[in-house]
């Protein structure tokens, strides 16, 4: 068993891990991070059917190619702003199909 634990030292990394860190913090956004991944698979679905990347759905929201991942990451609190671009961007309602989801 020592062998074990000395093979598992060995690829440990050098820095702690933040897993609780991030579990906290999933936790204390449980309620619109909800909203926020049901946002993403709506738009991922979209995408798919009209054949858009995501730098294609950022050139048309005007915005980066890097926000656009953080969104259908489904971890980015938006603003409703952000939500009107989106439903312009992929013709789609999202404020309408959010409360019905709640």
Do not use: F
Not at 37 to 56: D, S
Not at 70 to 87: P, V
């Amino acid at each position: 068993m020592n062998e074990t634990v000395n093979r598992l030292r060995k690829h440990q990394s050098p820095t702690p891990s933040k897993w609780r860190e991030r579990a906290e913090w999933r936790r204390e956004n449980k309620s619109w991070l909800r909203h926020s991944q049901k946002i993403a698979m709506m738009m991922l679905e979209k995408m798919e059917t009209l054949g858009l990347t995501q730098r294609a759905l950022a050139e048309r929201m005007g915005c980066s190619q890097q926000y656009v991942s953080r969104i259908l990451k489904g971890h980015e609190n938006l603003s409703i702003e952000t939500m009107c671009k989106i439903e312009e961007a992929l013709d789609m309602a999202i404020l309408p199909e959010v409360l019905e989801m709640a």
